[in-house]
């Protein structure tokens, strides 16, 4: 068990992106955010507070800062310039995933309204240190969620770096950094939309840059403080651009915990599905008197329809237990999921004891033959007949007659007032690949029903966010396209959107890097990543807890150099775990909860699954009761 993560003088020793933006950043940038810093903010209906200086810059809603056309209609050659080419986003690629003009989308579990582009019409803004007003009024806030992209005139493709500072209105501050890929070189698995081509000065379709994204990044924040106004970053490089379409605030007024989980893997051929109803079946691990659903399109390419939605207690396979509860949306039965965006249903009145099989079932009256899909399914979910319309209150079962081998869509159930929450994140092992059939048990289930044996403990949430074939550093899968194996993007890809968008995550759990070092990926690079997941959670105010790698000699990619790699991964965790100023909360050793004593570079016999790589119900067990309950939930 680490103690803690500072030094004797309680300063922290954990190196973050800011310490090295700040320490370059130039006198004149830091003048220029300091003043920024303590300008009074206006909207059009509110009076700006009186400033001493009369000069300075009054916060304006994002809207009023407007200035730039980078999106333009296809045909309709040289009206939008982004990246200073002549080349803009295309308005007809947006229209096609379900973005329109002036509309509202949801992204990192943050409400964000798009800029109202059209022709000629400025549709966001270069970042240079420009104030800007959130709401009308101070308001307390989780997260600050941007909707960004970078451009380079370099041609490098290298990422844009800026920093930026948020203003509370009790006069504090907060500055962060923002990196944000470039529009055309970035990664598509870190991308919260992907369109496929970019109109240029010439013409539309298929040009010289391909494909380009937007993207989403998240900004914590001291919840219990009200925000004034943000300060949008400044750039140092005078070969970047960081442009800015929208910016909101996560509220931080209600208090939601997730029971269940999943990370979305990979978006696949599905069905085809029209005019039927999904039902998948789901477990609580905390409980809670109201609850809410969420339904994620990530990866996608097209908007979807949900036409209702409900959410029951499950007596056997397909059939409720008593009746099912009818789910809204903004006060609606249904609603539109755009591409790359999220849908929370509105909340509801069901008690959910913990440790209770549910069942959530939503009607999707159009044509879906690609979806968004967590993989590696060993739950048993169901769906109706093509053409049988709505079926989600049904308490019988009997119209669902087929099995649906993945959870396509839903991603999370929340409670309302819960204790907390502790992410599984991890590959296989953590999913549970040889777990039984609708058994849980899988790790993190094991784990959840010891909390909640503990009379003397308290009972959080457990989410088990692993993706089998998931890799700490690489995408397995790339972030775009239809996926033949989805294994995921990368943990340091997708960490914003699963946990750390999740609702009362206090505690991480990483176990993963295995599957990097079978590979090819180098020790130090898994470490390296590994470190880069422990300085995200800290910047959260999340505890993170590390897992040793566990043996898998015998497995055809588990070679020499892996076992070598793995030992090197290991002797640094186990290291960690004595160093006053660990990056990590704690060390769990489940490489000695696992290997054979006698060959300590493979699994007990008892404990393999036969594969030698993944551990048997047994071995899954093993790892859960390794963990000590107090040092992950105690005081």
């Not at 955010?33 to 700006?48: C, S």
């Amino acid at each position: 068990m680490v103690g803690g993560r500072t030094d004797a003088d309680g300063r922290d020793r954990r190196s973050t992106v800011w310490d090295h933006v700040l320490r370059g950043a130039s006198v004149i940038v830091v003048a220029l955010l300091l003043l920024a810093a303590f300008n009074t903010r206006t909207t059009p209906d509110v009076t700006a507070r009186p400033s001493d200086d009369s000069e300075a810059p009054v916060a304006q809603p994002l809207s009023a800062l407007l200035d730039r056309v980078g999106i333009s209609q296809d045909g309709s050659a040289g009206t939008g310039d982004l990246d200073g080419a002549g080349n803009s986003l295309s308005e007809r690629g947006l229209a096609a995933a379900g973005w329109h003009p002036g509309g509202k989308l949801v992204l990192l579990d943050t409400p964000l309204e798009l800029p109202a582009y059209g022709p000629g019409r400025p549709d966001h803004v270069i970042a240079d240190g420009q104030s800007v007003a959130l709401t009308a009024e101070p308001a307390r806030m989780r997260s600050l969620t941007f909707l960004v992209t970078g451009t380079r005139t370099d041609g490098s493709g290298d990422e844009v770096r800026g920093n930026g500072r948020v203003v509370y209105a009790d006069g504090g501050t907060k500055d962060f950094p923002l990196t944000v890929p470039d529009w055309a070189a970035g990664p598509a698995g870190d991308a919260v939309l992907s369109l496929p081509y970019a109109n240029s000065a010439t013409g539309f379709g298929q040009g010289a840059i391909g494909s380009v994204r937007l993207y989403a990044r998240s900004v914590p924040l001291d919840a219990d403080r009200e925000v004034d106004h943000v300060v949008l970053p400044t750039v140092l490089d005078d070969d970047a651009n960081l442009h800015v379409f929208s910016v909101g605030g996560r509220p931080a007024s209600q208090t939601w915990t997730g029971t269940w989980g999943r990370a979305t893997s990979g978006y696949m051929e599905v069905g085809p599905w029209e005019d039927q109803t999904l039902r998948l079946s789901v477990r609580t691990t905390t409980g809670g008197p109201k609850a809410r659903i969420r339904l994620d399109n990530t990866f996608a390419s097209r908007p979807v329809a949900i036409g209702a939605a409900s959410v029951a207690l499950r007596s056997e396979g397909a059939a409720t237990r008593g009746a099912a509860v009818p789910l809204t949306f903004d006060g609606a039965p249904g609603a539109v999921i755009p591409a790359g965006g999220s849908l929370v249903s509105d909340p509801v009145d069901i008690l959910l004891p913990p440790q209770t099989e549910l069942l959530v079932s939503f009607h999707l009256p159009e044509r879906v033959s690609k979806a968004p899909v967590h993989y590696a399914s060993v739950d048993t979910n169901y769906t109706s007949a093509p053409g049988s319309g709505d079926q989600t209150l049904d308490s019988t079962g009997e119209p669902f007659t087929g099995l649906v081998d993945q959870w396509p869509f839903l991603t999370g159930i929340e409670v309302m007032d819960g204790p907390g929450a502790v992410v599984a994140y991890g590959d296989s092992i953590t999913d549970g690949l040889r777990a039984g059939r609708d058994a849980h048990t899988r790790w993190p289930d094991v784990l959840s029903a010891r909390l909640h044996a503990s009379a003397d403990l308290p009972n959080p949430g457990v989410l088990n966010l692993g993706i089998a074939g998931n890799r700490v550093t690489a995408d397995g899968y790339p972030g775009e396209g239809v996926s033949t194996y989805a294994s995921g993007v990368s943990m340091l890809h997708r960490v914003q959107r699963d946990v750390f968008a999740r609702n009362g995550v206090e505690t991480l759990v990483v176990f993963a890097g295995i599957n990097d070092l079978r590979w090819g990926a180098s020790p130090e690079v898994v470490i390296a990543g590994l470190g880069r997941l422990a300085a995200t959670a800290d910047e959260h105010g999340v505890r993170v807890f590390v897992a040793t790698l566990a043996p898998c000699a015998g497995e055809a990619r588990c070679t020499p150099e892996a076992e070598q790699g793995r030992q090197r991964v290991n002797t640094y965790l186990r290291e960690q775990a004595r160093e006053p100023g660990s990056v990590f909360d704690g060390v769990w050793d489940f490489d000695a909860a696992l290997r054979d004593p006698e060959v300590p570079e493979r699994l007990r016999p008892e404990y393999d699954s036969g594969d030698h790589l993944h551990p048997n119900e047994a071995g899954l067990r093993a790892i859960a009761e390794s963990v000590d309950l107090y040092e992950l939930v105690g005081d």
